[in-house]
């Protein structure tokens, strides 16, 4: 964990998402997942606009948002809440938290693959994936599917490879103007 | 009418029945794809998670493209995500000329801009406002009677953008269902959500969402889907998902365009229905896929 400061600063752009949120909890009323979270949307923003980012980020609940925009819709203030959740999740993948490894790696593998080859090929990106999360048992959970998929010739075996670095390009220029960003 | 066509990255590989089933119905429906040269992925929902710019750099690349290639404006999307992933773009450009600008910074290395001129449009808006209820009605050659589809929506072509329907109360689907014969199953899971890539990441939360849905059509002869990310998880996990709530939660799931195409005559094989991961004999038999008819055209029951 980072200094204090910087912390307050990387929660930022989030604060201003949710600036003038009324806690009403429409969005935690209107979210599919929210059985499942440990902090509801409603006080996740308070956290946030609380700088309390070690709750946020021990708690699991902005991994848990699916994007299905309810509470961006039903948002009475008309916050981008949905953008909100994909802000912190951005910041989970930049900093690699170990808490949330198994979906900031599917997220990564996923894009690391369409930077390869400019599309997700889905083999090499689920294999990736399951290479990168270390757990030999969570492929078990998708093998009955992947030889159904492999068998109505959806998916071919494909070995992970470095591809022709296609968008290579656009995404380092992606980089080089966030970076630019931030140092402004 | 001509469309722009953006299949996106699952129509190429576990969603290739929607795009055959897309394609043979745009085409009974008198209406032209034109490909879109070289697009890329629209990042999905991974790329959001990983950085802003990028999940608008991606899309935006792919309007670029087809801005580049002819003058046609409307840009055929069949998947919600990827619909989405475009359509914030267009949504956005107008109004954040520091967006527009980065965008083109982006995109100014191959030689791409972006014009301002494309309309991503869903699938499901093509066939709701453009093709309409009596262009599917007049070219039915096989009625669909009997049968009760619920008809499901989804997220992402309903929210957060309303652009064809009520991102509420869901019911562009129904005057088709109609229109090919078929009674709408009432419910109002239509526009709830799947759980999208939870089914990789949190199954056990996807799985909770997905067995509501499937319980809640449990009356009806099959669910329609318009997106290849709620189909995938609609359909190839109904065996966990029974065990899981301890009840038989088996029911066909169909794309759409799979539907409609059947009733204007198209054959199982030319929808690409022997790729779809649950299709029940019962739904076959209800639906006059006979026997006969599918050894005629080949194809595996």
Redo the contacts between chains.
Sequence with gaps: METIENETDRLKPIQKIVQSCIQCGTCSGSC??E??MDYTPRTLWQMVLANETDDIFQSRTF??C?????C??RCPRGLEL??AM??L??LA?EENMPRHR???L???N??ES?RRH?????MEF?TL?FLALKNPLHPF??AG?GA??FM????DLQLPSRGTG??A???D???E??KLEKEA | MKYNYYPG??L?????EYDIATRAFIKAAGCELVDIDDW??C?????????????L??PA?VIALAEQQNDIDDILVPCSACYLNLKRVTTRIPSDLTLAR?LN??LE??GLALAGRARPRHLLDVITRDIGPSGVRDLVTTSLEGLTIAPYYG??CL??Y?VFDD??APVSMEPFIEAVGGRVHPWDMGG??C????M???????M??VGAILKGAQTADAIVTVCPMCQMNLE??QKKISRLHNEELNISILYLPQLLGLALGLSEQEVGM??N?SVTREFRNRAGLTMEKREAIGNNP
């Design positions: 599919p997942n059985f499942a991994t848990l699916s994007a299905c925009y309810y961006t819709l949905t953008d994909a802000a999740k951005q993948v198994q979906s900031t599917f997220y990564k996923f894009v369409v400019g599309r997700v090929r889905e689920m994936y959970g998708f599917l159904k998929l109505k010739k959806k998916i296609k968008l390009p656009l995404f220029k992606v980089a103007l966030e | 990255c699952s190429e590989g576990t969603a290739t890329t992925c990042g999905a929902s991974a790329a959001d998670a990983v950085s802003h710019l990028l999940s750099a991606l690349r980065k910074l982006i290395q191959e997220c992402q929210r957060p309303a991102p509420e709830k959500c759980g999208a890539s939870h990789n990441t949190k199954p056990h939360v996807a909770e969402l190839a996990h022997n790729l991961l």
